[in-house]
């Protein structure tokens, strides 16, 4: 009897746990669809890098955009949506527009 009740309890856990990580994901998500609402300085920059994420919006996924900013010391990352027919265009040096806020806001506006 105490197996049948440890059980389901150490499965809650573990799934409750498990998917703690992804919730900065999905905030980071949420923040880049409501990017256009709060306030903030454009900056232009190039890709670094990129890496796909397990989040999705509708058919789209997102993507951690890697760049520099003008102080070329640190490595930023924003979120950006793309249409899995564009994936193949991403490359290293392609010109982007980032909106950096408020309370660590950054969210990449426009690829190319």
Known sequence: MLIGIAIPVIFIVVVF???RGASTS??????FLKRNSWP????????ESWQQTN???GNNYFFDIYFYLDDMQ????AKALIEP???HLLRK????????GKKD???VMQIG
């Open 55 to 57: 989040t999705r919006y």
């Open 26 to 31: 999905i905030r980071s998500a949420r923040m």
């Open 40 to 47: 903030g300085e454009i900056h232009q920059s190039r890709i």
């Open 17 to 19: 746990f498990s998917s």
């Open 105 to 107: 806001r950054i969210a």
């Open 93 to 100: 040096g392609l010109p982007i527009s980032v909106k950096i």
């Open 85 to 87: 027919g564009q994936i």
């Open 74 to 77: 640190k490595l930023h990352a």
